[in-house]
């Protein structure tokens, strides 16, 4: 007589020995293969008498069904502890350290303040204009209204070079060229670099940046200029900034006016860059001078319009806090390099 | 300019008015004042006393022992003054007096009590004289608050003189009461001047004006003048605005210039008889008043007596005739010159006074006669028995045409962008003198003053300046345009400058730095290099660096030397303008250059290159999208080390050059150190049209992946290898790369082995496909005489 219960008990205390997926294997094999214990058994089948072939072939198949599953719970088992232990064994990695790796190279500060004036002036419809170092006499002065023998040009110490043109001194020196090239009506910034012939100190540079913008159309008045100064300015600066107009003489613009803006830095409360006063003067600006559209080939009687210079190297110097202008073309990499790339 | 409010006042009433307020106005509607000053509010307690007696005190040379009579009482005081003289009316610090910071109290000088101190113009702040004590009328009353007698207290503001450039008119007084009687609606007063009927003598100055540059010559002559001193509140006005008082003859010539903006000269009339103006025809030599003797270059405008030259038009007069204290009688000279004439002459000169910088701002002609008759005016008014002793000769020669202007209320409100009443309009330019001649169908037709009408006030948008500055600035709503705003693109060649500018920085950890336009000569001695450049700056700060660049190298390397203290390696760029060439306009041919060095503190070559290198690749694969080569070959320029010197082409185009600096200035920064960079033509390489990505199709069917490896000779470059590999004669698809070389000093040839990717879209290789690829490929370098490598 076959004792199932027997071999069903060594079985299982076999399988529960078994440590690794191919001992499992082997027990399979052992009692479930080709030539098996359990197979072994089944293959007995013939021999056993037609009586008793019902109940052997129930023990067999009630053997080899629990021993199957045993294995299959077994495999279960040996799967979910697999993923268990390598979610156990995962390192656990700090993020809070602070990383090495760090944006070493740098913009210069005029480069990134201009980037967000173009953005800006993008927007708000302006197209971006490109304009010479080296500009001739003409387009840096006559063309602007200010003819040969005007005091004007003396208030500018101009670099002059020995084929008779000019390091131009202001961008306005593009808007002849610009207004010939588009014609009206006209929207453009044209940022770039001016030169003039002082001394150098503290906040005088004998090269500098500045962004001209100009706007030309059948009816651009002042009012058009205060609103799009300010909502510009605002967005320059990132909060709400009041303009105020005050009269400034610039023989390109008529009328001509010196812009003060509420100081970005107390709000007009009034504090040490704004001198107390609460106001900053920041850029000139005003109507294009009818001369000057006539020159750059535009109808004064049909269309007018607004013209501002606005001083980058200061605008950079007021964003970042820096105190010496002639830091801006020293080339010292430690200073300039804080400037990061945003 | 620095304007006397109390001098205002005698042009207009100022009653009632804050004064700050106009003063605000006025820096909001005119032109900017920079300062205001309260002269005279830190003094007090300072009588009138007359000293009664006199004594020496003993063992002192200096003090004096004074009994002084303040009306009330008699005060004894010690004084250090040597004007000191019984009957002298004075100014007296009681004790209590403040001047300025000094307490008046009882003090011993040289053991004797002083009960106040008598003071000097410069302790009472009225001129910075301390030489003596201040003489009043012996006439004044005696114990009377010294700020009843003089004008001590006053209120000064300056205005800075750049924002009235345009402003002739604004360079005197009265012109600014103008102003202030325009913003305040308070009425200017006339100027008292003297009844040019009342000039009756028959004498007649001769004058000749041969220079066209005079437009005008008014002069009249005045005798019989005692008094020597202007009065003074005369001079603590002069001194007030920056003036110091000279004489009575002189101070009037320049009260009347801070008055109404008209230089005037005063000659000695016992010296200058005549008056001749012209320009000399050769250099002259010529003393001016401040006793120095000036060259006067040959066209220099003068003004001269019996053809000797006694003053420079315009700009000083000259010490052969000026006012001495035994003169008793003037010829006045109130002229008009050429604004520029002047300018030129006085920047020659390197002289700018108060006459020149007046002249050169077109002052108006009409002008001359009102302010000699004010000169006389106010001499008499000083000097009772001074007489007019000629006829006034008047030269008029040039005069400005009156200009008229017509404008509509439509235009003004176009132009402004709000509804401004013709009321407003009509009143604030009359105010301002405008005269309205004609107000037909909406149209005014306005004649200009003369005093705007220089230079200053041409067409319609003038007009709108002088309403809407009046009318308030601040008054102005600000208002969008009508037109939508519609975003606008960013131009391709801005756009790929910044992008530039991000990659290099943001990717390669490269500085960006700012450099001058002109070449740093200390530098490029120090590195001894000589770059080239084909035009030079006339007027440059340093004379030595005056030569404008046409590389952006020098400027780079600079940067190197600045920094390299700090730094064992340095990455810096620029995109900066240079200048190669003249054109054929004998212009500039100014150009866009991106620079960029490589600096490593030891002997880093090949690394350093190949970082180059690997910038250099990705900007023109990921940011210009431009197929690059490069060319071997020697530079032309001496301070590049003559190997690895490759030109950077596009096509058949050359856009730049990558370069190691030679030996000979690289060891001047540091010995063994590594310097490399290269230079782009920015304005040529964003003219090129770059690659436009376009979608392949993509085969269905394996890949097949083959590796060769060739034996190439040492002088034989990547770029002819690749072509080769790149052109194989075949119908299947392949893609190439480089996947490794290996170039050993001691072989003779360098292995380079190239991957091979061979599909085909329409089916899966076979092996005789594969096979004859394969032989295409030997064969194809086998052409150019390479051997695989077996």
Same mark, same amino acid.
């Given at each position: 007589?076959?004792?199932?219960?027997?071999?069903?008990?060594?079985?299982?205390?076999?399988?529960?020995?078994?440590?690794?997926?191919?001992?499992?294997?082997?027990?399979?094999?052992?009692?479930?293969?080709?030539?098996?214990?359990?197979?072994?058994?089944?293959?007995?089948?013939?021999?056993?008498? +037609?009586?008793?072939?019902?109940?052997?072939?129930?023990?067999?198949?009630?053997?080899?069904?629990?021993?199957?599953? +045993?294995?299959?719970?077994?495999?279960?088992?040996?799967?979910?502890?697999?993923?268990?232990?390598?979610?156990?064994?995962?390192?656990?990695?700090?993020?809070?350290?602070?990383?090495?790796?760090?944006?070493?190279?740098?913009?210069?500060?005029?480069?990134?303040?201009?980037?967000?004036?173009?953005?800006?002036?993008?927007?708000?419809?302006?197209?971006?204009?490109?304009?010479?170092?080296?500009?001739?006499?003409?387009? +840096?002065?006559?063309?602007?209204?200010?003819?040969?023998?005007?005091?004007?040009?003396?208030?500018?110490?101009?670099?002059?070079?020995? +084929?008779?043109?000019?390091?131009?001194?202001?961008?306005?020196?593009?808007?002849? /060229?610009?207004?010939?090239?588009?014609?009206?009506?006209?929207?453009?910034?044209?940022?770039?670099?001016?030169?003039?012939?002082?001394?150098?100190?503290?906040?005088?540079?004998?090269?500098?940046?500045?962004?001209?913008?100009?706007?030309?159309?059948?009816?651009?008045?002042?009012?058009?200029?205060?609103?799009?100064?300010?909502?510009?300015?605002?967005?320059?600066?990132?909060?709400?900034?009041?303009? /105020?107009?005050?009269?400034?003489?610039?023989?390109?613009?008529?009328?001509?006016?010196?812009?003060?803006?509420?100081?970005?830095?107390?709000?007009?409360?009034?504090? /040490?860059?704004?001198?107390?006063?609460?106001?900053?003067?920041?850029?000139?600006?005003?109507?294009?001078?009818?001369?000057?559209?006539?020159?750059?080939?535009?109808?004064?009687?049909?269309?007018?319009?607004?013209?501002?210079?606005?001083?980058?190297?200061?605008?950079?110097?007021?964003?970042?806090?820096?105190?010496?202008? /002639?830091?801006?073309?020293?080339?010292?990499?430690?200073?300039?390099?804080?400037?990061?790339?945003? | 300019?620095?304007?006397?409010? =109390?001098?205002?006042?005698?042009?207009?009433?100022?009653?009632?008015?804050?004064?700050?307020?106009?003063?605000?106005?006025?820096?909001?509607?005119?032109?900017?004042?920079?300062?205001?000053?309260?002269? %005279?509010?830190?003094?007090?307690?300072?009588?009138?006393?007359?000293?009664?007696?006199?004594?020496?005190?003993?063992? @002192?040379?200096?003090?004096?022992?004074?009994?002084?009579?303040?009306?009330?009482?008699? $005060?004894?005081?010690?004084?250090?003054?040597?004007?000191?003289?019984? %009957?002298?009316?004075?100014?007296?610090?009681?004790?209590?007096?403040?001047?300025?910071?000094?307490?008046?109290?009882?003090?011993?000088?040289?053991?004797?009590?002083?009960?106040?101190?008598?003071?000097?113009?410069?302790?009472?702040?009225?001129?910075?004289?301390?030489?003596?004590?201040?003489?009043?009328?012996?006439?004044?009353?005696?114990?009377?608050?010294?700020?009843?007698?003089? &004008?001590?207290?006053?209120?000064?503001?300056?205005?800075?003189?750049?924002?009235?450039?345009?402003?002739?008119?604004?360079?005197?007084?009265?012109?600014?009461?103008?102003?202030?009687?325009?913003?305040?609606?308070?009425?200017?007063?006339?100027?008292?001047?003297?009844?040019?009927?009342?000039?009756?003598?028959?004498?007649?100055?001769?004058?000749?004006?041969?220079?066209?540059?005079?437009?005008?010559?008014?002069?009249?002559?005045?005798?019989?003048? #005692?008094?020597?001193?202007?009065?003074?509140?005369?001079?603590?006005?002069?001194?007030?605005?920056?003036?110091?008082?000279?004489?009575?003859?002189?101070?009037?010539?320049?009260?009347?210039?801070?008055?109404?903006?008209?230089?005037?000269?005063?000659?000695?009339?016992?010296?200058?008889?005549?008056?001749?103006?012209?320009?000399?025809?050769?250099?002259?030599?010529?003393?001016?008043?401040?006793?120095?003797?000036? =060259?006067?270059?040959?066209?220099?405008?003068?003004?001269?007596?019996?053809?000797?030259?006694?003053?420079?038009?315009?700009?000083?007069?000259?010490?052969?005739?000026?006012?001495?204290?035994?003169?008793?009688?003037?010829?006045?000279?109130?002229?008009?010159?050429?604004?520029?004439?002047?300018? #030129?002459?006085?920047? !020659?000169?390197?002289?700018?006074?108060?006459?020149?910088?007046?002249?050169?701002?077109?002052?108006?002609?009409?002008?001359?006669?009102?302010?000699? $008759?004010?000169?006389?005016?106010?001499?008499?008014?000083? &000097?009772?028995?001074?007489?007019?002793?000629?006829?006034?000769?008047?030269?008029?020669?040039?005069?400005?045409?009156?200009?008229?202007?017509?404008?509509?209320?439509?235009?003004?409100?176009?132009?402004?962008?709000?509804?401004?009443?013709?009321? #407003?309009?009509? @009143?604030?330019?009359?105010?301002?003198?405008?005269?309205?001649?004609?107000?037909?169908?909406?149209?005014?037709?306005?004649?200009?003053?003369?005093?705007?009408?220089?230079?200053?006030?041409?067409?319609?948008?003038?007009?709108?300046?002088?309403?809407?500055?009046?009318?308030?600035?601040?008054?102005?709503?600000?208002?969008?345009?009508?037109?939508?705003?519609?975003?606008?693109?960013?131009?391709?060649?801005?756009?790929?400058?910044?992008?530039?500018?991000?990659?290099?920085?943001?990717?390669?950890?490269?500085?960006?730095?700012?450099?001058?336009?002109?070449? &740093?000569?200390?530098?490029?001695? $120090?590195?001894?290099?000589?770059?080239?450049? *084909?035009?030079?700056?006339?007027?440059?700060?340093? !004379?030595?660096?005056?030569?404008?660049?046409?590389?952006?190298?020098?400027?780079? $390397?600079?940067?190197?030397?600045?920094?390299? =203290?700090?730094?064992?390696?340095?990455? #810096?760029?620029?995109?900066?303008?240079?200048?190669?060439?003249?054109?054929? &306009?004998?212009?500039?041919?100014?150009?866009?250059?991106?620079?960029?060095?490589?600096?490593?503190?030891?002997?880093?070559?090949?690394?350093?290159?190949?970082?180059?290198?690997?910038?250099?690749?990705?900007?023109?694969?990921?940011?210009?999208?431009?197929?690059?080569?490069?060319?071997?070959?020697?530079?032309?320029?001496?301070?590049?080390?003559?190997?690895?010197?490759? !030109?950077?082409?596009?096509?058949?185009?050359?856009? %730049?050059?990558?370069?190691?600096?030679?030996?000979?200035?690289?060891?001047?920064?540091?010995?063994?150190?590594?310097? *490399?960079?290269?230079?782009?033509?920015?304005?040529?390489?964003?003219?090129?049209?770059?690659?436009?990505?376009?979608?392949?199709?993509?085969?269905?069917?394996?890949?097949?992946?083959?590796?060769?490896?060739?034996?190439?000779?040492?002088?034989?470059?990547?770029?002819?290898?690749?072509?080769?590999?790149?052109?194989?004669?075949?119908?299947?698809?392949?893609?190439?790369?480089?996947?490794?070389?290996?170039?050993?000093?001691?072989?003779?040839?360098?292995?380079?082995?190239?991957?091979?990717?061979? =599909?085909?879209?329409?089916?899966?290789?076979?092996?005789?496909?594969?096979?004859?690829?394969?032989?295409?490929?030997?064969?194809?370098?086998?052409?150019?005489?390479?051997?695989?490598?077996?």
């Amino acid at each position: 007589m076959i004792d199932f219960d027997k071999i069903l008990k060594e079985a299982q205390e076999e399988l529960n020995n078994i440590t690794s997926i191919i001992d499992l294997n082997t027990f399979f094999q052992t009692y479930l293969g080709k030539a098996g214990k359990v197979t072994e058994l089944m293959k007995l089948m013939k021999e056993i008498p +037609n009586e008793e072939k019902k109940n052997f072939g129930l023990a067999v198949n009630n053997l080899k069904q629990t021993i199957s599953q +045993n294995i299959e719970d077994k495999e279960k088992f040996f799967a979910e502890k697999k993923i268990q232990d390598s979610i156990n064994n995962t390192k656990l990695i700090d993020l809070t350290v602070p990383t090495n790796k760090k944006i070493k190279g740098s913009l210069h500060p005029i480069t990134i303040v201009q980037e967000k004036v173009i953005n800006i002036f993008l927007s708000m419809g302006f197209t971006v204009e490109d304009g010479n170092e080296i500009e001739t006499e003409y387009n +840096n002065f006559e063309a602007v209204n200010v003819p040969k023998n005007h005091p004007a040009r003396d208030m500018q110490d101009t670099f002059y070079l020995d +084929n008779g043109q000019v390091l131009k001194t202001h961008t306005s020196a593009a808007q002849n /060229r610009i207004m010939k090239k588009y014609g009206a009506p006209l929207k453009a910034i044209f940022p770039g670099r001016c030169f003039r012939n002082e001394e150098l100190d503290a906040s005088h540079e004998n090269t500098f940046f500045q962004i001209e913008g100009m706007m030309i159309d059948k009816n651009v008045s002042i009012s058009n200029l205060i609103y799009f100064m300010k909502e510009m300015l605002t967005q320059v600066f990132g909060k709400e900034i009041q303009v /105020r107009l005050r009269p400034g003489f610039f023989p390109f613009v008529e009328p001509g006016f010196e812009l003060d803006i509420s100081c970005p830095y107390c709000n007009g409360k009034g504090c /040490r860059v704004c001198k107390q006063g609460g106001w900053i003067e920041l850029c000139p600006c005003g109507m294009i001078h009818p001369n000057v559209l006539k020159m750059g080939g535009i109808n004064p009687d049909e269309y007018q319009g607004f013209a501002f210079g606005l001083g980058f190297s200061r605008l950079a110097m007021m964003n970042y806090d820096i105190t010496e202008i /002639r830091l801006l073309n020293s080339g010292n990499i430690t200073a300039l390099s804080q400037a990061k790339i945003k | 300019m620095k304007v006397s409010i =109390n001098w205002i006042k005698d042009f207009i009433d100022l009653n009632g008015i804050n004064i700050e307020e106009v003063i605000s106005k006025f820096t909001m509607s005119v032109a900017e004042v920079e300062t205001i000053e309260y002269k %005279g509010k830190d003094i007090s307690g300072v009588i009138t006393a007359k000293i009664i007696d006199v004594e020496d005190v003993p063992n @002192s040379k200096k003090l004096h022992l004074l009994k002084v009579d303040t009306g009330s009482e008699i $005060l004894q005081i010690v004084c250090g003054a040597p004007n000191v003289r019984k %009957g002298l009316v004075t100014a007296l610090a009681n004790i209590g007096a403040k001047l300025g910071e000094i307490k008046i109290s009882k003090a011993k000088l040289a053991g004797i009590e002083s009960f106040g101190m008598c003071c000097g113009g410069d302790e009472i702040g009225i001129n910075d004289d301390h030489s003596g004590i201040v003489e009043l009328h012996e006439d004044t009353p005696l114990g009377v608050d010294i700020k009843q007698i003089l &004008d001590i207290e006053d209120i000064i503001f300056e205005i800075d003189n750049k924002s009235l450039t345009n402003r002739p008119d604004l360079w005197g007084h009265y012109g600014i009461a103008r102003e202030i009687s325009a913003l305040t609606g308070r009425r200017l007063k006339p100027l008292l001047i003297e009844n040019i009927d009342n000039i009756n003598s028959q004498n007649e100055i001769e004058v000749k004006v041969l220079s066209k540059f005079c437009n005008r010559y008014t002069t009249a002559s005045m005798e019989n003048i #005692t008094t020597k001193n202007s009065s003074l509140n005369m001079q603590i006005r002069l001194f007030y605005c920056g003036m110091r008082a000279i004489n009575l003859l002189a101070d009037v010539t320049n009260y009347v210039m801070l008055e109404l903006g008209q230089p005037m000269h005063a000659f000695d009339n016992n010296l200058v008889k005549n008056i001749q103006v012209y320009d000399i025809k050769e250099d002259t030599c010529f003393k001016t008043l401040d006793s120095i003797d000036r =060259n006067l270059q040959k066209g220099s405008m003068i003004i001269a007596s019996n053809n000797t030259p006694i003053a420079l038009a315009g700009i000083m007069g000259g010490e052969n005739s000026e006012i001495t204290n035994a003169t008793t009688s003037v010829l006045i000279e109130s002229a008009n010159f050429d604004a520029y004439k002047v300018r #030129t002459t006085a920047t !020659k000169l390197g002289m700018r006074t108060e006459a020149s910088a007046r002249y050169e701002k077109s002052l108006d002609p009409e002008l001359t006669l009102t302010a000699l $008759l004010r000169y006389i005016y106010l001499i008499k008014e000083q &000097d009772k028995g001074a007489k007019i002793s000629s006829k006034i000769t008047d030269s008029y020669i040039n005069k400005y045409p009156q200009i008229e202007i017509s404008i509509s209320k439509e235009y003004i409100d176009k132009y402004v962008g709000i509804d401004i009443k013709e009321a #407003t309009i009509l @009143s604030i330019l009359q105010n301002l003198e405008f005269k309205l001649l004609e107000n037909k169908n909406g149209i005014f037709k306005f004649a200009v003053p003369s005093f705007r009408a220089t230079k200053d006030i041409n067409g319609k948008a003038d007009l709108v300046e002088e309403i809407t500055r009046i009318y308030g600035y601040d008054n102005i709503t600000p208002k969008s345009i009508e037109q939508p705003v519609k975003p606008a693109l960013l131009d391709n060649a801005i756009k790929l400058e910044y992008d530039t500018k991000l990659t290099l920085a943001e990717r390669f950890d490269l500085n960006e730095t700012h450099s001058y336009i002109w070449y &740093d000569l200390a530098c490029n001695n $120090l590195l001894n290099i000589n770059p080239t450049s *084909v035009i030079r700056c006339v007027n440059s700060i340093n !004379k030595e660096n005056d030569k404008i660049r046409s590389t952006m190298i020098p400027s780079l $390397l600079k940067v190197i030397i600045d920094n390299k =203290n700090h730094f064992n390696e340095i990455g #810096t760029f620029e995109i900066g303008r240079v200048v190669k060439n003249l054109k054929e &306009d004998n212009l500039v041919d100014e150009r866009k250059s991106l620079g960029l060095v490589l600096y490593n503190k030891d002997n880093e070559l090949e690394k350093t290159l190949l970082k180059l290198k690997e910038i250099l690749n990705y900007l023109f694969e990921y940011i210009y999208k431009l197929d690059m080569f490069l060319i071997l070959t020697e530079p032309n320029i001496s301070y590049y080390h003559p190997k690895n010197y490759y !030109k950077i082409m596009i096509n058949e185009n050359e856009i %730049g050059d990558i370069f190691t600096l030679h030996i000979n200035s690289s060891e001047k920064i540091k010995e063994n150190c590594t310097v *490399v960079g290269f230079e782009i033509d920015f304005s040529k390489l964003v003219n090129i049209k770059c690659n436009e990505v376009k979608f392949e199709k993509i085969s269905k069917y394996p890949t097949t992946k083959l590796d060769f490896s060739f034996l190439i000779p040492k002088n034989c470059l990547y770029k002819d290898i690749i072509g080769y590999a790149k052109t194989i004669n075949t119908n299947l698809n392949y893609k190439v790369s480089l996947l490794d070389i290996y170039d050993n000093e001691n072989d003779e040839l360098k292995t380079y082995t190239l991957h091979y990717e061979v =599909n085909s879209l329409e089916r899966t290789l076979t092996s005789q496909d594969i096979e004859n690829f394969h032989t295409a490929v030997i064969n194809k370098f086998k052409e150019n005489d390479i051997e695989i490598k077996l």
